[in-house]
Nanobody, 122 residues
Framework: VQLQASGGGLVQPGGSLRLSCAASGRTFSRYDMGWFRQAPGKEREFVAAISRDDSPFYGGPPQGRFTVARDNTKNVAWLHMNSLKPEDTAAYYC?????????????????WGQGTLVTVSS
């Protein structure tokens, strides 16, 4: 499956963005979808995921501010980000997978998008 992430950009603190992840290729609905982010000089970290049966999972500092969703009829997943903070600045990656292990783990995912850059700054 091929993934294309989009929707990043420059936003002021307190603002919102919606990231999209469009999938093509194999059956989208069979995969769990994850969102990770990587800030400069830091490890890639788990942000959110939505399982193939539509259960959301969240991790890290953005909990409570981010919402994950998917539409299997359109082969797309979204990450809605509210109340953005400068520390949310990072490249955001979407991923698809069904490997063993939890949805919060990078090894769960075989397919990765190219990343979309989110910059939170005044």
């Amino acid at each position: 499956v091929q993934l294309q992430a989009s929707g990043g950009g420059l936003v002021q603190p307190g603002g919102s963005l919606r990231l999209s992840c469009a999938a093509s290729g194999r059956t989208f609905s069979r995969y769990d979808m994850g969102w990770f982010r990587q800030a400069p000089g830091k490890e890639r970290e788990f942000v959110a995921a939505i399982s193939r049966d539509d259960s959301p999972f969240y991790g890290g500092p953005p909990q409570g501010r981010f919402t994950v969703a998917r539409d299997n009829t359109k082969n797309v997943a979204w990450l809605h980000m509210n109340s953005l903070k400068p520390e949310d600045t990072a490249a955001y990656y979407c991923a698809a997978g069904d490997n063993d292990g939890g949805l919060t783990q990078r090894r769960h995912y075989d397919y990765w998008g190219q990343g979309t850059l989110v910059t939170v700054s005044s």
